[in-house]
């Protein structure tokens, strides 16, 4: 089968599927292997950038996913409903990064950095859908582990944890003082 056609199918499956779609679970459609898989998508997203398309296909940690091109969100708030929006405060942002970078994290473990509960933050972060449940630890009380989502690499613009910017030695030491601190309070 020419390049061509296997473009025609990529295209077909992510535009069907509407979420992410893994490139394992691609190429096994397709019967080719990851390398060639991804080289077509590469392809594929670089002619919808090159013609300036309205669609664009965006990688989502070793996933895949069509989506609108962002010049072309002024006119389909037009036509469909605006979509809501949701305000990320101080406490938000401050209780999404530490998921962020510790995840998979408990409650308790964000409250002990916090120091103030955290409920409220993490329920909004659940119902924007920036944080999901991830289980439970094995541990007395069984608490909930959280974790980041895809529509959070969505929202943030990354593709994967690990373009998350890093902490410079700086931050690092002051937050390892803070820690020791209160652990001899």
């Given at each position: 089968?020419?390049?061509?056609?296997?473009?025609?199918?990529?295209?077909?499956?992510?535009?069907?599927?509407?979420?992410?779609?893994?490139?394992?679970?691609?190429?096994?459609?397709?019967?080719?292997?990851?390398?060639?898989?991804?080289?077509?998508?590469?392809?594929?997203?670089?002619?919808?950038?090159?013609?300036?398309?309205?669609?664009?296909?965006?990688?989502?940690?070793?996933?895949?996913?069509?989506?609108?091109?962002?010049?072309?969100?002024?006119?389909?708030?037009?036509?469909?409903?605006?979509?809501?929006?949701?305000?990320?405060?101080?406490?938000?942002?401050?209780?999404?990064?530490?998921?962020?970078?510790?995840?998979?994290v408990t409650k308790a473990e964000i409250e002990k950095i916090r120091g103030v509960s955290c409920d409220h933050?993490?329920?909004?972060?659940?119902?924007?859908?920036?944080?999901?449940?991830?289980?439970?630890?094995?541990?007395?009380?069984?608490?909930?582990?959280?974790?980041?989502?895809?529509?959070?690499?969505?929202?943030?613009?990354?593709?994967?944890?690990?373009?998350?910017?890093?902490?410079?030695?700086?931050?690092?030491?002051?937050?390892?003082?803070?820690?020791?601190?209160?652990?001899?309070?």
């Amino acid at each position: 089968m020419e390049d061509k056609k296997y473009k025609t199918i990529i295209e077909s499956i992510l535009f069907t599927m509407g979420n992410s779609v893994e490139l394992d679970k691609i190429a096994a459609a397709i019967e080719l292997d990851r390398a060639e898989t991804k080289r077509l998508i590469l392809e594929l997203s670089k002619e919808y950038e090159e013609n300036d398309r309205g669609m664009r296909i965006i990688e989502l940690d070793e996933s895949y996913q069509m989506c609108t091109s962002q010049n072309t969100y002024e006119y389909l708030i037009r036509i469909a409903k605006q979509p809501k929006k949701y305000v990320l405060t101080d406490v938000l942002l401050e209780t999404l990064s530490i998921i962020a970078y510790k995840q998979p994290v408990t409650k308790a473990e964000i409250e002990k950095i916090r120091g103030v509960s955290c409920d409220h933050a993490v329920s909004k972060l659940v119902e924007y859908n920036l944080v999901s449940e991830l289980g439970r630890l094995d541990a007395p009380g069984r608490p909930m582990l959280f974790g980041t989502t895809e529509e959070f690499l969505r929202s943030f613009g990354i593709h994967s944890l690990e373009e998350l910017p890093e902490m410079s030695s700086v931050q690092l030491e002051e937050f390892k003082q803070e820690a020791e601190a209160e652990v001899q309070i």
